[in-house]
């Protein structure tokens, strides 16, 4: 279990980031969604320990994150959102000189520790090409195998999917799953499909807060008869949006199909739908933008 308790972070520019965060993450898949800017990457280099928070506890089971940061990296597998350089060395290279800076002295343990993660990730057939020559999906197993060196209780996965075509997100997104339910993954993204796809447990992070937090399959059901849909013209949008609480809108064969939130019927044409997680997710940013954390202003204030 990973819990946070009243984690705030203030960047030195006074962009309040996390604003008093509290958290428990069990076991298994956990998805943080938000959008850009939301605080996501923050909370994930946090608890990384690649920064220390303004305020507020951190622990992993029986580890205090703050104060023995050394202790959590030892359990600590982490998919930054992007690596940034990717080297021209071989993927099984790479994996060996990490397994040794995760402390894998022993060459017998460590060539069966780099074969198991390369056959796991399906990048065998590939382990002596350069990683630099790598797409997107081998770059990205790639980057969950390094993650996995020295099985890790505690995995950190930031913003997997983005730039990956259906088909590597796939296979990315069923590795994930396989990883197990006896490790605590946080995958942090802004694409709720990932979310919905893979997580029974999930938080919504947006403005720096914490703004709804439970299994997504009890959230969907929480709005059971108040999502209505409606297909409109472009052009009736605004006049949509002024009239109702539009939650989200998609465009589907040049017209828009809008959805709102109404816990009564609306009539005017609309159709009651079952709510999906999109549905969930959108209508918690409306209500975050319209209840703005005061806190949140402090950037301003200053
Ligand atoms: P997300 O990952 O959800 O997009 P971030 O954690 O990257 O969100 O950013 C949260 C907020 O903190 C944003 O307003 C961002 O501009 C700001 N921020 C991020 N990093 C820094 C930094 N090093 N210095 C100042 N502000 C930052």
């Known amino acids: 279990m990973l819990e946070l308790a009243h984690v705030t972070h203030v960047y030195a520019n006074g962009t309040r980031a996390l604003d008093d965060v509290s958290l428990s993450v069990p076991n298994g898949m956990f998805g943080l969604l938000g959008p850009n800017g939301a605080g996501k990457s923050t909370l994930m280099r946090t608890v990384a320990t690649l920064q220390t928070p303004t305020a507020g506890s951190i622990r992993f089971g029986a580890i205090d994150v703050i104060a023995h940061p050394e202790a959590l990296r030892e359990t600590l597998g982490y998919l930054p959102q992007d690596f940034g350089v990717y080297p021209r060395v071989s993927a099984y290279d790479m994996l060996d000189h990490m397994a040794v800076l995760k402390g894998i002295a022993a060459a017998r343990e460590r060539k069966e520790t780099v074969e198991t993660l390369l056959n796991q990730t399906n990048l065998w057939s590939v382990r002596k090409k350069a990683i630099a020559g790598f797409s997107g999906g081998m770059r990205q197993r790639f980057g969950i195998a390094q993650a996995l060196i020295g099985n890790p209780g505690l995995i950190i996965v930031d913003e997997p999917t983005a730039g990956l075509d259906p088909e590597e997100r796939n296979r990315f997104l069923n590795l994930l799953a396989e990883i197990g339910e006896n490790v605590v993954v946080i995958l942090s993204t802004h694409i709720v499909e990932d979310v919905a796809d893979l997580c029974p447990r999930m938080a919504v992070l947006a403005a720096g807060r ?93």
């Open 210 to 302: 914490i703004q709804l937090e439970g299994a997504p399959l009890a959230l969907i059901e929480q709005t059971r008869g108040s999502v209505w849909a409606k297909t409109i013209g472009r052009d009736e949008l605004d006049e949509a949006r002024l009239r109702y609480e539009v939650i989200s809108t998609r465009l589907f064969a040049g017209r828009t199909i809008i959805h709102i939130l109404s816990h009564d019927d609306p009539g005017d044409g609309f159709a009651a739908v079952k709510g999906g997680l999109e549905d969930v997710y959108f209508s918690t940013l409306a209500r975050s933008r319209r209840v703005p954390a005061e806190a949140t202003s402090s950037a301003v204030a200053a």
